[in-house]
RNA sequence: GUGGGCGUAGCUCAGUUGGUUAGAGCGCCAGGUUGUGGUCCUGGAGGCCGGGGGUUCGAGACCCCUCGUCCACCCCA
């Protein structure tokens, strides 16, 4: 057993995966950017009171946050999302409204780890400030299934529910708070807690002896004003005009007490067990100003990689991409030729990989065929001495001799044929 | 944070009621083929049986602790 291992939560990802996130990465840049979000790189850890104004009954924050204190006795944290971020350089910046950006990179929780659900985890999002609009929120989430269409994903759904304005959903929290609290026998001893804390994530619950009381409770949509119903009235109609398919689901509250109005969630039915939630977001029109900026409005989503792929194996798409070679130079003279032939073809845009240690030539063949590279170019002591290159197109079972000053020209030609 | 399952070779896993030098397949290396991979054959390397303590004449198997991992809850991506 090796003496040091990743930490828990945490893992090294190799090729091939390595290269699937890679081009996840790139397939979210291209939807986003061709969207008009420019890409923001907020640093992983700030000030520990950015995260804190995320509220004070979200787990994230309380239960789960990396902090401790530098060198210079300042108390920071590892982020454990992003949003906060985005909106800490918002307020820092003051860019022109809307400011449409994305980011993608790793965020810290300090979570008991599971399949799906990792410590240190990456997730990609944008986030949109300084539009009420309500176009806006629907450009978003179908943003989000765009991207998920664009990797391959069909089993996606999409919950939708509004959380009203913060009076709103002040008002509901008492109204719920009643109801609960009413029926506290019924609940179990977990919920019971979570209702001296927030109401709200009561809804949350999926155990048994709950859902029957969640069932009978008051629905949000009954007690939000005439303006933030008005707003969600729009965001569904914009959903429907472009065609995208939701449900509104009036329990779905999200763990982020920034949320208002807006507020929704993928989840991938091809997925079982406790991460079928891919993807969620919604809108946060406090928390620029809690952060000390001027009141600004702002809506964003945020994907999990990890989630993700997971439903991408499911559902058998997006497979890892190939990264194989063109060429392998095999040299059994003295590994000089193989050198020179790879950079002169690397110079020239042919990927080329070759051995080391001038291992035995059926040694070097095997590397070869494991490179994945399309045609192997063999050196030996008899083309050296005519200025040749065996060109072996792998695969074929046939070889032949080229002139070593026509290389590129024959590589090229030999690529194409393939 | 709570509860449960599982930790044996790089990987996937066997390992009888505790009994001598711990196994297989895949992978890796070498040879069969002194210039040729993908098939086949032969051989080889590689394990403090997660770690610590205990029971026993004897522990990979049993007990305790610990760490890791997986699952459920919780939370969320």
């Not at 450009?139 to 765009?146: C, G, N, Q, S, T």
């Not at 009643?178 to 809804?203: G, Q, W």
């Amino acid at each position: 057993m090796p003496e040091f291992k990743t930490s828990p939560g945490t893992r090294d990802i190799l090729a091939p995966h390595s290269a699937r996130w890679r081009a996840f990465q790139e397939v979210f840049a291209r939807t986003v950017e061709a969207a008009g979000y420019s890409y923001i790189i907020p640093p992983m850890f700030e000030d520990l009171d950015v995260f804190l104004r995320l509220g004070e009954a979200t787990e994230v924050v309380t239960k789960e946050m990396y902090d401790f204190h530098d060198k210079g006795g300042r108390h920071v944290a590892l982020r454990p999302e992003q949003t906060a971020s985005v909106c800490r350089a918002f307020v820092e910046h003051r860019p022109t409204t809307p400011w449409k950006v994305w980011y993608s990179g790793p965020n810290f929780r300090y979570e008991k780890p599971q399949q799906g659900r990792y410590r240190q985890f990456d997730q990609v999002g944008v986030e949109a400030l300084g539009a009420d609009d309500p176009l806006l929120d629907a450009e978003v989430i179908a943003l989000a299934a765009k991207f998920y269409a664009d990797l391959g994903l069909r089993k996606v759904h999409l919950s939708i529910n509004t959380l009203g304005d913060e009076g709103d959903r002040e008002k509901y929290s008492q109204q719920l708070s009643r109801y609960l609290t009413t029926n506290e026998k019924s609940l179990t001893s977990e919920s019971r807690a979570t209702l001296e804390r927030n109401p709200l994530r009561v809804l949350d619950s999926k155990r048994e002896p709950d859902q029957k009381v969640i069932a009978g409770a008051p629905a949000i949509r009954d007690s939000i004003s005439a303006t933030a119903n008005e707003h969600f009235e729009a965001v569904l109609q914009s959903l429907d005009a472009l065609n995208i398919k939701y449900e509104i689901n009036n329990r779905l509250v999200r763990g982020l007490d920034y949320y208002r109005r807006t507020t929704f969630e993928f989840t991938s039915t091809a997925l079982e067990a406790a991460h079928t939630a891919i993807g969620g977001g919604g809108r946060y029109d406090g928390l620029v100003e809690a952060l000390g900026g001027p009141a600004t409005p702002g809506i964003g989503f945020a994907l999990g990689l990890d989630r993700t792929l997971l439903a991408c194996d499911a559902e058998q798409v997006f497979d890892a991409p190939q990264t194989a070679v063109d060429v392998f130079v095999v040299d059994t003279v003295n590994g000089r030729h193989a050198q020179e032939l790879c950079h002169l073809l690397r110079s020239n845009g042919v990927r080329a990989d070759r051995a080391y240690d001038l291992r035995s030539m059926k040694a070097q063949m095997k590397s070869a065929d494991r490179s994945g590279a399309q045609i192997a170019l063999i050196i030996g002591s008899e083309e050296v001495e005519k200025a040749t290159i065996m060109l072996r197109p792998m695969g074929s079972g046939e070889q032949y001799s080229i002139a070593r000053k026509d290389l590129l020209g024959e590589v090229r030609k030999a690529l194409d044929t393939k």
